[in-house]
């Protein structure tokens, strides 16, 4: 191996985060990826933009993407395998061991977010009639990271429960596992759902919950670290959908990957806003009439549209964390009245009066003022109705949820203060 590539390959094992980061800055591969070692090339993987993972997984040839697949994490094998096309998966699959082929092919039967998908594959077993010291040199000859305690079996491979690595730490080599041996207070099924991993690690407290089948034998481990990144980024890619950006785009994604991602949601943004125009068309005569309407128009529709935002922001937090279910919705629906009417009628106060000291017209400041707590009551309902509604349609309520609440509140200003306009068009 030349000095090129042996810096190559310790700057790549040892940071392979700054690593990703140089890569997505690149327009093509750098040279010599091919020759790094199984391991980094892996870590490499498990940092990069999930973008470039087919990609950079296909660069290296099929027997060292066995190798890739076999080693990595399962969320990372399962990011990739699942963005391969049929021809490329069947070629994947079969570069790898039967043992790892067959919980691959069984993973990708999961639904997404799944305990299936977030299990961490048993690098060792450790059963009930082990001593520690035997259990030790298993840990150790397995290289498992960042662990702090171990689940035993019985000879079955049913599921006694979990040994502290303290305990063992503390313990004879000689003592037997089973005396080490605590209760395990909750274990998920491969079909248990993110929501319920998080309510089973809120309520243990643990860093780690075994997964096990019907009966009750070990399959695997799902890790509070793999857990928490899931989670983030689901939150992360929920801000993302909410104003039409896919859950896959990256800050320093390809331009030409992100048009892809943002083109369809910036045309459909394109024809609410002329929904919106239409609604403004209709009262061209009386704005016409009094060209002061134009100049205010912006500020109801800006305040009703934050007003909607916060609504929003927190009736999906309340789903997200399963606070409130869309049963609930008249609550929510209530309380976001009140709030419309209550911050809607401190800003009519505020707002009407610096149009009367700007117009000098009180027919001017009272249009608005009643169209202020329209609009405030209006984008309260929408901000709370829209996440509730696409909820329960089934569909993710983060789904461009700022777009369409962005059209209702327009059109919801627009329409409270042109028509509250043209009904008092006498005292203006």
């Not at 391991?39 to 990609?55: G, M």
């Not at 993302?240 to 896959?248: E, F, K, L, T």
């Not at 609604?279 to 909607?308: C, K, M, R, W």
Request: hydrophobic share 50%; net charge negative; with cysteine.
């Amino acid at each position: 191996m030349s000095l090129q590539d042996e810096l190559r390959e310790h700057f790549v094992r040892e940071h392979p985060g700054d690593a990703a980061r140089v890569i997505e800055r690149q327009a093509e591969f750098p040279a010599g990826l091919d020759q790094l070692s199984v391991e980094s090339f892996t870590r490499l993987l498990e940092q990069v933009d999930p973008a470039l993972l087919k990609p950079l997984f296909l660069s290296v040839d099929v027997d060292r993407q066995g190798k890739v697949l076999a080693s990595a994490s399962i969320r990372t094998a399962m990011l990739i395998l699942r963005s391969l096309t049929d021809d490329e998966l069947s070629a994947a699959l079969d570069s790898l061991p039967q043992g790892i082929r067959s919980e691959y092919v069984e993973l990708l039967e999961f639904p997404d977010r799944t305990a299936g998908r977030y299990m961490d594959r048993l690098l060792a077993r450790y059963r009930t009639d082990q001593t520690v010291g035997e259990a030790l040199a298993e840990l150790r000859g397995s290289k498992a990271q960042r662990v702090r305690s171990l689940y035993v079996v019985t000879d079955d491979d049913v599921l006694a429960g979990r040994v502290d690595l303290q305990d063992m730490a503390l313990a004879e080599p000689e003592t037997l596992m089973s005396e080490l041996v605590n209760d395990v207070q909750d274990v998920a099924l491969l079909t248990s759902t993110e929501a319920d991993l998080v309510e089973f690690f809120d309520r243990s407290r643990v860093d780690s919950i075994p997964v096990v089948d019907h009966d009750y034998k070990l399959l695997g481990i799902i890790r509070y670290g793999n857990l928490f990144q899931a989670a983030e980024e689901a939150a992360t890619a929920g801000i993302q959908r909410m104003v039409g950006v896919s859950a896959d785009e990256r800050a320093l994604s390809t331009p030409l990957f992100a048009v892809k991602r943002r083109l369809l949601w910036l045309h459909i943004n394109l024809l609410t806003a002329f929904l919106a125009a239409a609604v403004v068309g209709l009262f061209e005569s009386t704005i016409a009439q009094f060209t002061a309407l134009a100049i205010l128009l912006p500020v109801v529709a800006g305040q009703s549209g934050n007003a909607g935002s916060q609504a929003l922001a927190v009736t999906m937090r309340g789903l997200a964390l399963r606070e409130i279910s869309t049963l609930q919705w008249r609550a929510v629906l209530t309380k976001e009245v009140q709030i419309g009417m209550i911050n809607g009628t401190a800003l009519a106060i505020t707002c009407g009066l610096g149009v009367w000291a700007w117009s000098q017209s009180w027919g001017l400041a009272l249009v608005i003022a009643i169209a202020m707590i329209t609009a405030m009551i209006m984008a309260g309902i929408s901000g709370a109705l829209v996440p509730m509604i696409l909820s329960r349609l089934g569909q993710d309520p983060a789904t461009a949820s700022s777009i369409i609440l962005t059209t209702v509140t327009d059109v919801a200003g627009f329409m409270a203060f042109l028509g509250t306009a043209t009904l008092l068009s006498g005292i203006l």
